[in-house]
């Protein structure tokens, strides 16, 4: 199986603070299903945003979907981001002027790359409905609880059917039943399409979901050092 994600020698600092995060190496292949876990400030969501090209590394190349996103941000690597990349974020990031249909759809909608149809509207329609917020399709996302706030972003991370899905924390916010929907609709989705799919967790009754589990808290070097080995 070809690999999607690729990490070799990466460092990375936030300026002005003691934390940092290495990972020698790093190889998710296509089709595999991933759950990032460890504690709280571990580096866990860093290294998310490293992967979506969002946070640029010290040192070390970090390739996604054939493409080395460690540069600097252009228009050209947010269009590679937005046809490869389904990334659900842990504060969500909707639009809060923009109705729920709109902000799944939002991808077509900030792309030249991409073209809007019929087929993806009724795709964003399905893909509500398989996690139950159809009935809010029409709402805006100030009168959304935090749950289906999170459910908009999960259904806009999908609508693509990229290759590569990052969700941090994507059930964070449910109750019980909702938290299995969610996670069913992110690993069928992964399975039906051969698709990757990499999560932040913290919740352990998920893992046996998931192909491969990397544990940050284990490679913790020191206390401000998070050195991931896989
Ligand atoms: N923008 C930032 N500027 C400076 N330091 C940051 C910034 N974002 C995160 N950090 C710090 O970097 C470290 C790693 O943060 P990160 O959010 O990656 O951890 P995490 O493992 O995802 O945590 P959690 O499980 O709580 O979401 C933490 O010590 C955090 O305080």
Redesign the pocket.
Same mark, same amino acid.
């Given at each position: 199986m070809s690999d999607i994600i690729e990490i070799n020698d990466l460092h990375f600092a936030?300026? %002005?603070?003691t934390?940092r995060?290495q990972v020698d190496e790093l190889r998710v292949s296509l089709g595999e299903t991933v759950a990032?876990i460890?504690?709280? %400030?571990? %580096?866990?969501?860093?290294?998310?945003?490293l992967l979506a090209g969002i946070r640029t590394p010290e040192s070390g190349s970090v390739t996604v979907v054939g493409r080395d996103v460690s540069g600097l941000a252009t228009a050209s690597s947010r269009d590679h981001r937005v046809c490869n990349i389904g990334l659900v974020f842990?504060e969500f990031e909707l639009l809060e002027h923009l109705s729920v249909l709109d902000n799944i759809l939002l991808p077509y909608r900030i792309s030249a790359a991409l073209k809007l149809t019929r087929e993806i509207v009724d795709r964003a329609q399905q893909l509500a409905e398989s996690v139950d917020i159809n009935d809010k399709l029409g709402r805006y996302p100030g009168r959304l609880s935090q749950g289906e706030r999170q459910r908009v972003a999960v259904c806009r991370a999908l609508l693509t059917e990229p290759p590569l899905v990052l969700a941090?924390?994507p059930t964070g916010n449910l109750d019980p039943g909702n938290k299995w929907k969610v996670v069913d609709a992110l690993i069928d989705d992964a399975k039906r399409r051969q698709s990757t799919l990499v999560t932040?967790t913290?919740d352990h009754e998920l893992l046996d979901r998931f192909d491969r589990v990397i544990d940050?808290s284990s490679f913790h070097a020191s206390s401000?050092t998070?050195e991931v080995a896989t």
């Open positions: 936030f300026a %002005g603070t934390f995060l990032f460890g504690s709280s %400030g571990s %580096g866990k969501t860093t290294l998310l945003h842990q941090d924390e932040v913290h940050f401000q998070a």
